[in-house]
C-alpha cells in the first residue's frame, strides 16, 4: 500500500487536504466500459472489426489505462494504447513488469518526432513492448529511420501516418503534395527495408467546437473518409499492398462520442461499404470529462468523474463573493463555452447521476486562489443580478469540488488523485507518470 493510501485510505471528501484532484470511481469506470460498449456495438451493427485505441494522457496511470482497456469491466479487454509522452509508456511497462502481466501489448507514441533524439528511446521501448506504433508526417523522418536502421530485435518500425484533418496541428492533408511525397518515399526499397506502413491516423481536434453530438458524428465520418482516402491512395501507389490489413485510426473525444447516436447511421453504412482498412477508434478524456465536453453538448454534467476539490477561505458580503484556495496552479487557465475557470458542485452531489445543482463558480483566478461567484446559468454572469435571489455564502472551511474546463491539462498539476468510493470516502490513490523524465 502507498504511503498515501495509507494515510489517507477511508478518508471522508469533507477531510481531505485542499486543493487536490478526486476521481468517482464509479464515474470513470461507467465511463470507460460505456465507450467500450459503444465500439462493440459499431461492430456488431457493421459486421467488421472495429479495433479500440485508448489514449492515457488525461491521467496517465496505470490504474486509470488498465480501466480505459476494460480490464474487470468488459468480458474481453483491449490491449492498445496512445501515449503523450515517452514516460507514460515507460512507466506504464515498469508497472507491467511488477506485476507480471502484459494488459498492455500495443503502444503508439502520440507525437510525430522521428529526430535522432526520439528515435533513440522509440528504439529503447520497442524492445520492450510487442508491438510499438510511430507517427510519421515528413519525407524526412522516414530518412532519419532509414539513417537509424531496423529496431530493437531487427524489427521493422511500424508506421502511422498522420493526417491533419485541416487543424494545422500534427500530419498532412491528404490532398497536400507533400502527403504524395510521403507516400512515395514510403514505398521506396530502401524504406521498406527498415520500416511497414501500419496505417493512417487522423484526430479531429476541431471537435471540441461542435455544440451538438449530430456534427460531432458529421465529423467523426470526416475522419474515417480521410484515412480510408489516404488508404486508397498508397494502394493506388503500390497495389501490392493489402488495404484490409491498414489500420485506419480516428477519433477524439467528442466524435467518439457521437457513437452515442444509434440511429440512421450513414457511418454505418460507409464502413460496411466503403471503408478499405481496418477501423480503429481512439480517445482519452472520456474517461474523466470534464466543461469542454460538456460545452460540446455530447454528454451530462453528472457524467464528468474528475474534481478539484478547494476550501472557502473567506468571503465577502458586499460583492456577494468567497475565496477559495483552487487557483491558475490547480485548475489552470484553460477554457471552453463555460465562462470562468470551473463550475462549483456540492461534495455530497458528485456522486449522484442526476444534473447538477450549480450555485458558485470559479470566475476569476490567481497563482494560488479564486474568486467564487454565484452561478446564474451561461446567459447572465452579471453582478447583482435582480432576476435571481442571492444564494447564502459558504461557510469558512467548507469544502467544494470544481467541475475543471479542461481535464487533461489540470489533471497534469496534481502529483496524485484521490479515488473515491462510492461512500465519497478514499478507497486508493493513483500517481500519474507527470512529466517528461
Ligand atoms: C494524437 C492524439 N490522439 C488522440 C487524442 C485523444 O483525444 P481526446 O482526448 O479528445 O479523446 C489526442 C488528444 O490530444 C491526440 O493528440
Not at 464509479?26 to 467500450?36: G, V
Not at 492533408?173 to 518515399?185: G, V
Not at 474528475?306 to 487557465?333: F, I, Q, W
Request: net charge negative; glycine share 6%; with cysteine.
Amino acid at each position: 500500500m502507498s504511503d498515501l493510501l495509507s494515510t489517507y485510505g477511508g478518508y471522508d471528501v469533507k477531510r481531505l487536504p485542499t486543493p487536490c484532484f478526486l476521481i468517482v470511481e464509479t464515474k470513470f469506470d461507467k465511463n470507460c466500459r460505456h465507450m467500450l460498449e459503444r465500439v462493440n456495438e459499431l461492430e456488431r451493427e457493421t459486421n467488421v472489426p472495429i479495433k479500440f485505441r485508448a489514449h492515457i494522457k488525461t491521467h496517465k496511470t496505470a490504474k486509470g489505462t488498465l480501466k480505459q482497456l476494460g480490464v474487470g469491466l468488459i468480458e474481453t479487454p483491449k490491449d492498445s494504447i496512445v501515449v503523450s509522452t515517452i514516460k507514460e509508456a515507460t512507466e506504464l511497462l515498469n508497472y507491467q513488469d511488477k506485476i507480471c502481466k502484459q494488459y498492455v501489448k500495443d503502444i503508439c507514441f502520440g507525437l510525430p518526432a522521428c529526430v535522432p533524439e526520439i528515435i533513440d528511446q522509440l528504439n529503447t521501448l520497442s524492445g520492450r513492448v510487442q508491438n510499438l506504433r510511430i507517427f510519421v508526417d515528413s519525407v524526412e523522418h522516414l530518412d532519419n529511420l532509414v539513417k537509424f536502421g531496423r529496431s530493437a530485435n531487427d524489427r521493422k518500425w511500424s508506421i502511422f501516418i498522420k493526417v491533419d484533418m485541416g487543424t494545422q496541428r500534427a500530419g498532412l492533408p491528404t490532398e497536400s503534395a507533400e502527403f504524395l511525397e510521403l507516400l512515395k518515399k514510403l514505398i521506396t526499397p530502401e524504406v521498406a527495408e527498415v520500416a511497414d506502413l501500419y496505417g493512417f491516423y487522423a484526430h479531429a481536434g476541431h471537435s471540441y467546437n461542435v455544440t451538438n453530438i449530430l456534427d460531432a458524428h458529421d465529423l467523426l465520418l470526416q475522419e474515417i473518409k480521410a484515412v480510408n482516402e489516404a488508404a486508397k491512395m498508397v494502394r493506388k501507389l503500390n497495389p501490392k499492398i493489402n488495404a484490409i490489413d491498414l489500420t485506419l485510426s480516428v477519433g477524439a473525444t467528442p466524435t467518439s462520442n457521437s457513437l452515442r447516436i444509434r440511429d440512421e447511421l450513414e457511418i454505418n453504412e460507409y464502413i460496411r461499404d466503403t471503408l478499405v482498412g481496418t477501423l480503429e477508434i481512439h480517445c482519452g478524456n472520456y474517461c474523466v470529462y470534464d466543461l469542454q465536453q460538456l460545452s460540446t453538448n455530447c454528454i451530462n454534467d453528472f457524467e464528468c468523474s474528475g474534481y478539484v476539490l478547494g476550501t472557502v477561505l473567506s468571503s465577502y458580503k458586499e460583492r456577494h463573493e468567497m475565496l477559495t484556495n483552487a487557483g491558475v496552479m490547480a485548475l489552470t487557465r484553460e477554457s471552453s463555452k463555460f465562462k470562468g475557470n470551473g463550475l462549483c458542485i456540492h461534495t455530497d452531489t458528485i456522486l449522484k447521476d442526476e444534473s447538477y445543482k450549480i450555485d458558485w463558480f470559479i470566475d476569476r483566478i490567481s497563482q494560488e486562489h479564486g474568486i467564487l461567484k454565484q452561478y446564474h446559468g451561461q446567459e447572465d454572469q452579471e453582478f447583482p443580478n435582480k432576476k435571481t435571489p442571492l444564494k447564502p455564502l459558504l461557510n469558512l472551511g467548507e469544502k467544494i469540488a470544481i467541475l475543471p474546463q479542461h481535464a487533461c491539462i489540470t489533471m497534469g498539476q496534481f502529483p496524485h488523485y484521490f479515488v473515491l468510493d462510492n461512500d465519497n470516502k478514499v478507497s486508493d490513490v493513483w500517481i500519474p507518470f507527470q512529466k517528461w523524465q
